[in-house]
């Protein structure tokens, strides 16, 4: 990958994002768009929208989400303790234990997720499954009056999950569900910098996925594009215990992957299949029998409807703090829509 669009990566994922707290992110997107948009702007409830050629047709809004999912700090104890609630979809048991990092006003509180040790849990609570009413977070305050002048109530947390690389041109992470969304799209409109093409260009970094798709549903509403990509992440299969016949075929390193289902527009998804196919770039294919669960069902429906599809890249241990990408598969997802922008016609119908 390219230094600078790695180091770019680097400090999306290094910032805390969840639903809701999407600025410091959105920082660094709107600075880097800045280099390659004719225009940038954000919206009221924290989009980022950046445009090429705006008076370019047809209308092509590219949509990733920049949200990631995380806690919230509900309630401080007269001993200090925090006890938080999950924003977006947080698998409750991978939390005892972990390092976290709350937000607040004045920068990152270090803490801890605590539970009972197993060794004094009694005989019905062993096995039981994990509830967030059942831990809490110590940052090391002596009480409450102690805690609250570090932290508030409203706070965000997030995992303490810092980006790494790995082997075989991987890299693990938390929040790459879906900064790397934000991030093709961005890489996207450099690829496409300098160069002529027809169609107008809205790069989206949307926010509030995780808790609704609701930065989708404004954005495509406030743009109305003529075609909508959405770039998420999809279940890899390629772990052990993995079970192909839910998730399909799906591995990392083979490239990003295109859909074909009730959300896709058939002629949209089907000039994404043909143009990696013309440019011979490695991709994957999905079965989406109903919605996908991404801002591709928000944008899909906007108005009185818009051709929509979605681009996705292989993600293992979605929504944990070790998150596993490969790297090769963001570049080619942005070389696979900057290709698509780069041939598609002012005459095109989205109608099947």
């Not at 989406?288 to 818009?306: C, H, K, N, S, Y």
Request: overall charge neutral.
């Amino acid at each position: 990958m390219r230094r600078q669009s790695l180091e770019f990566l680097k400090e999306l994922m290094s910032v805390p994002t969840p639903s809701g707290f999407e600025q410091p992110g959105q920082k660094i997107v709107k600075e880097y768009l800045s280099q390659y948009c004719d225009d940038v702007k954000g919206d009221v409830h924290g989009n980022v929208i950046a445009v090429r050629n705006p008076g370019g047709r047809p209308k092509v809004m590219l949509a990733g989400h920049v949200d990631e999912i995380g806690f919230m700090v509900e309630y401080i104890t007269d001993e200090g303790y925090i006890r938080f609630a999950a924003i977006g979809g947080v698998d409750t048991s991978l939390a005892p234990g972990q390092r976290v990092a709350v937000h607040a006003e004045k920068g990152a509180v270090p803490g801890v997720v605590g539970k009972k040790p197993v060794h004094l849990a009694d005989r019905e609570g062993k096995g039981k499954k994990t509830r967030l009413r059942d831990l809490w977070i110590d940052i090391g305050a002596k009480d409450k009056k102690q805690a609250e002048k570090h932290v508030a109530v409203g706070d965000p947390i997030t995992f303490d999950g810092p980006f790494g690389l790995l082997k075989n041109n991987l890299a693990a992470s938390r929040g790459f569900d879906d900064k790397v969304g934000s991030f093709v799209v961005a890489e996207t409109m450099r690829l496409i910098a300098g160069k002529k093409v027809k169609p107008a260009v809205y790069c989206v970094s949307t926010v509030q996925e995780e808790i609704g798709g609701r930065g989708a549903r404004t954005s495509a509403f406030g743009i109305e594009p003529d075609a909508g990509i959405a770039i998420d992440v999809d279940h890899s299969s390629d772990y052990p215990g993995a079970d192909k016949a839910v998730t399909g075929d799906i591995a990392l390193g083979k490239g990003p992957v295109l859909h074909r289902g009730a959300s896709i527009n058939p002629v949209l998804g089907k000039m994404l299949i043909n143009v990696a196919k013309t440019k011979k770039i490695p991709y994957q294919i999905s079965a989406e029998p109903g919605i996908t669960r991404t801002d591709t069902d928000a944008i899909l429906v906007t108005r009185a409807g818009v051709a929509s599809a979605l681009v996705s890249i292989p993600n293992r241990y979605m929504h944990t703090p070790v998150e596993v990408v490969s790297l090769g598969d963001l570049e080619n997802a942005a070389k696979l829509l900057a290709s698509f922008l780069a041939e598609l016609s002012e005459k095109v119908s989205f109608i099947p």
